[in-house]
């Protein structure tokens, strides 16, 4: 396939610092990365072929021999060779059930998907795409109002879901489809399934999935990422991928990542495209992922950052052989640099590489590429390949210079089409020259290095001052006896608003309010001390790990007493 460089834009070299990617004329940042090369827009490709490109340019590799996939509760094994099948039969399946699924104009379908992580789920995502069918996978945890708008944003003609979610979902024009259903096992399995399969030729322009953002502001919104998008995404990752841990051996992956959520979603295709074996569990629980990474000595986990805390300070680690491990990809949320080094004591030969994406950048947008990038700690990497990021003042939209803290902005052809069914908060995010507003208040230093400080809408106004829930976070995290904590706004007449934090105690910790009060006191400025503190069972998240701070805020506005 022929590969050619594309810069996304002509830039001036001289005018870019080194060092810091940073060009003074135009106040923008450069990825300091080399370039990645990227198929030609115009070339048919879709993000599923492109995959097959990368996992059959490596020659040592065999489709029969490798386990693309692996449950881990049952320990069933699914082989490249089989994975390819089972897909391709599918495919095979629904045209002939549904001939109208598969479109080649500019009408394509959408598939709505939900179902908790399964070794099905891969080959619904495979299978689909190839036929040019968006997939839209969702929260198996939705409420029925959430589903319904969820249906409402992107108009599914299908939906693929396990039979305790089928009750909720209301009449599609070509029905339900239910995954756990004989009838589905035997669309897997069919023997008349064509050894060449039908090309259909698709678009790098066309949409490939519509995934959910978090939805921690506002309501829940449809993200339109693109073949191209999600190209460049695995493009990045493959051409930046990490000498020293991917070539050794057979890398094998635990995910603890639910596959709806962007994350999960990047990084399977990444894993299919690199030859990876995929370690899925159904749901997450702590000690079974270790008994996981002791069984199938796994090498790799992406990770949100509580499980990198709970693997820092929990004692039940010690009783695994978690030697396999060699690197950690945390992302979702920041990570502090008390818990990085405290980790690394732990785990000397682990490495923890830490990126920034979202949803709307289709996945990694900074990255690390290297053990001492990995060091340091606290940042989110640098920029990654074909990525330009500004530094922009909230209140006057102007570009800052380098070294000071604003919302940060991204440009690069991995960057969303746009919201669907939402042209209104498309315009307010998506700027009429490409740039898209992150919503974080973010620096960069000299290194090029970037520093997320915290969501915009997050921050607590006290006073005059802005204060960032997240750095009192990582200072009480680093307190022995927590186990986890989250700070949230409190409203006060004088101040506006006051920090308070929500700490979990660790079993057998009675540590105080005071206690804490003063342990943060002696770090910060006054206007940042924590000023109330409530404790709690367990602290309400995502399932990418972050903090539902709105369910805290309820919680401490009802006055509640009641136990989270």
């Known amino acids: 396939m022929a590969m050619t460089n594309h810069h996304f834009h002509s830039q001036s070299p001289g005018a870019i610092d080194p060092n810091s990617g940073y060009n003074s004329a135009t106040r923008t940042f450069h990825s300091l990365r080399p370039p990645v090369p990227l198929p030609p827009p115009s070339q048919p490709l879709s993000i599923t072929q492109y995959a097959f490109v990368l996992l059959n340019s490596s020659t040592s590799f065999s489709h029969d021999a490798t386990s693309f996939l692996i449950d881990a509760a049952s320990g069933t094994r699914v082989s490249y060779s089989q994975f ?65 708008h ?14 305790s979610v089928a009750k909720q979902i209301p009449v599609l024009p070509l029905g339900t489809i239910l995954i756990d259903s004989p009838e589905f096992l035997s669309m897997l399995n069919s023997s008349k399934a064509c050894e060449i399969p039908k090309q259909v030729l698709i678009s790098q322009s066309d949409t490939a999935a519509i995934l959910y953002s978090s939805g921690t502001t506002g309501r829940v919104k449809g993200v339109e990422l693109t073949h191209r998008n999600l190209i460049t995404v695995i493009a990045n990752l493959y051409h930046n991928k990490r000498e020293s841990i991917d070539e050794e051996e057979l890398s094998v992956a ?23 074996t995929l370690v899925l569990m159904e749901r997450f629980d702590f000690v079974k992922m270790l008994e996981a990474v002791e069984k199938y000595k796994v090498t790799y986990m992406p990770v949100s950052p509580p499980i990198v805390v709970a693997l820092a300070k929990s004692d039940i ?10 690197l950690l990809g945390s992302g979702g949320a920041a990570l502090g640099k008390e818990t990085s080094e405290r980790f ?11 990126g920034y994406g979202m949803t709307e950048t289709g996945g990694a947008a900074t990255t690390m590429s290297d053990q001492e990038e990995s060091k340091r700690y606290g940042s989110a990497g640098r920029l990654a390949a074909n990525m330009q990021g500004k530094i922009v003042d909230p209140g006057t939209g ?19 089409k746009g919201y669907v069914g939402d042209n209104a908060a498309t315009a307010e995010t998506l700027t009429s020259d490409g740039w898209l507003k992150t919503g974080d208040l973010c620096y960069f230093d000299s290194d090029g290095f970037l520093y997320i400080v915290d969501r915009l809408k997050e921050l607590i106004k006290y006073k005059a001052y802005q204060v960032p829930p997240a750095e009192l976070e990582h200072i009480i995290h680093s307190i022995p006896g927590v186990a986890d904590v989250a700070v949230i706004p409190y409203p006060d007449e004088d101040a506006g608003q006051i920090p308070m934090a929500y700490v979990v105690r660790s079993p057998g910790s009675n540590i105080s309010e005071s206690q804490i009060q003063n342990f943060v006191a002696a770090q910060v400025s006054p206007y940042k001390k924590v000023r109330r ?32």
């Open 84 to 148: 390819i099948r089972k897909s391709q039969s599918l495919s095979d399946s629904l045209v002939s059930k549904f001939p109208q699924l598969s479109s080649q104009d500019e009408n394509q379908n959408v598939a709505l998907i939900i179902s908790p992580p399964s070794l099905h789920v891969p080959v619904l995502y495979f299978s689909l795409i190839s036929m040019n069918v968006i997939v839209s996978p969702a929260n198996p945890l939705s409420t029925q109002s959430e589903i319904a």
């Open 150 to 163: 969820l249906v409402e944003l992107c108009k599914p003609v299908i939906a693929f879901v396990t039979s």
């Open 254 to 276: 635990l995910f603890t990542l639910p596959l709806f959520h962007v994350f999960g979603f990047f990084m399977l295709i990444r894993g299919f495209a690199l030859g990876e």
């Open 317 to 326: 680690v010690a009783k695994y052989d978690l030697s396999s491990l060699k």
């Open 344 to 354: 690394m004591a732990r785990f000397p030969t682990v490495e923890i590489s830490q």
């Open 398 to 416: 102007e570009a800052l210079p380098l070294g000071q803290q604003g919302e940060l902005w991204l440009q690069g052809p991995n960057v969303m």
């Open 533 to 564: 503190v409530a404790f709690i069972n367990s602290i309400p998240k995502s399932p990418a790990g972050k903090i539902l701070r709105r369910e805290l805020v309820n919680h401490a506005l009802s006055g509640a007493s009641s136990r989270l």
